[in-house]
């Protein structure tokens, strides 16, 4: 397997396995089911114009895969193009409610995942896990439901943490605490999307209600001080998806991106793709706008580090890809700094 690299070894806390199919393959699975995808694909890209828009879009390519060998290849092909940008590891959101739209079952969906995976695994050496996401505008008890399938012994080797997504604009946060508290229960890794369309209230009100262990994007904490340092103070872990945020509007460069403002804060940063093709980004990419603004080679593996760190897997799979990680960063020359912070002798201009 060739790797292409000027970075260090990546890891992905935050991609929705639906969001990482690429035009072409959707496109190929349309045709199959007599499925007209044509107006939300064009030139190759996805076409989409606000966050909403971009819901239904998603919604659209999701219902073209169908099959458990539909989702097998849809994880195999993501993890392979993932593991040739340098991946080592990836969580991926997937959601049994976009199953279920396909005629699919949960369980069957899993299934075909876990094969997509495993082929990868062997053939590009990176490791994965799932994260079950319940969607949060269709509601309490829809996402109560996603956690329960999340928290039933069957796939707990390779599902092994929940979460939320969807619109966060939707419904009350506190309504959504009994699902997160099944899942808790249950042993699951929590991480819920939060703070990247609504403010730092609703990241005050997410981390009282939910106590996750991290949270999907939190952007938004960055407008209160306070907000900040009690993130810091708690250790809970943000998945940073900047070339989402970009492109969904939120700020309209990296320069006023908030990534600098949260790492100088102490807050435990990842750096991830959300929905690569939708957003016109990857992995890679977003470790190449970090670099653009100024974190050098040791900085980028320290995201890299935090990620394995906050990682849902067991103890024994952590140290493996902490040994690779820190192998492998010799091998680059960004080893003399991973520290999560702007390095002193690392940074750059
Ligand atoms: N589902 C897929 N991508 C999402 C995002 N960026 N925010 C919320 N829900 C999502
Ligand atoms: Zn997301």
Redesign the pocket.
Known sequence: MTVRSSHPPLAEL???IE?AAEPALASEMAERYGVDLSGYISDNGYVWSDFSSFLEAYDAVAACFRTEDDYARLGETYLTALANDGAIYAEL?VSPDHARSSGLAPGAYIEGLSRGIERARVTCGIEARMIVVGVRHLGAEAVREAACFAASPRHRTIVTGFGM?GDERFGAIEDYAPAFDIARDAGLGLTV?SG?LCGPDQVRRTLTAIRPDRL??GVRASEDRSLLGEIAEAGIVL?I?PG?NLALGLYPDMARHPLKALVEAGVKVTL?S??PPFFHTSLAAEYERAAEIGFGQAEQLAFTRTAIEAAFVDEATRKRLLDRLMLQAIGCGAAANPTNGLGADDRQG
């Open positions: 935050h991609c929705h969001g959101f997504a999307h990247e999907g994007h998945e998806c989402s991830n959300d929905d």
